[in-house]
């Protein structure tokens, strides 16, 4: 239920940015790349992903109590969570106040992406079936894609004409973008370092919550091991 809810607030502000771009007769192009290169798009796509590579796992062998899940699908999970709760507080925190203009988002879209999204993922984190605890360098592995994602974003934003008002350059965020600030690229460093500082933060809240409850999950089994001797 919470992949599909996601997947429909993506599907419905795609639909909304592009069905408008190709409408005016713009960039179409340009503005599929843009609208995928949010973060908050990434975030979501990959919740989606992860969320219903879950369900498909644990509806099939999942179930059983001695079965942690893989590790592959732990990190996928692990990765999606730390995105969705810096999404949520980078918007609500840097993002919420700054007016959109009219008719360019869909307000619930907006809200299940921002905030509804990072709560279902947030609760997944405490609630969700056989956590598999992950060793603490999976906190590197969360942050790769963020890592490059920074990079990109930066090498391509001067590089892009802004499909709605021509401008020489487009950034998806004001706080990277260089030419909103009087000390251009130093300010937008320190903003990466923040928000770098969260995502590391988000991933070692999300690795030590796996790693309690991976734990607790194993004494548990052997403890139904045991007692199925007696």
Known sequence: MAAALIAAAVIAQASRTIGGMVAAGGDVFTTVVNFFS????LSNVL??????????????RGRSREIPEPRSLAVALACA?????????VYNV?????PLPQGTTVPWSNEVLHVVGPIVLLADLFLGPRRRPLPWRAIAEV????????VYTLVRGPLTTNPNTGEPYWYPY???NPNSFAQGYA???????????VIALAAWLVVWVGRRRGMAAVGDAAEDRAAALI
């Open 143 to 150: 942050l790769v894609l963020p890592v490059v994602w920074v």
């Open 47 to 60: 919740s989606v992903v992860a969320l219903g590579w879950a369900a498909i796992w644990f509806w099939t």
């Open 38 to 41: 949010f973060f908050t798009i």
């Open 174 to 176: 004001p706080f990277l």
């Open 94 to 98: 840097l993002l919420r106040g700054i």
């Open 81 to 89: 969570t730390s995105y969705m709760i810096v999404t949520g507080i």
């Open 187 to 197: 300010t937008v460093a320190v903003y990466v370092v923040g928000i770098a500082i």
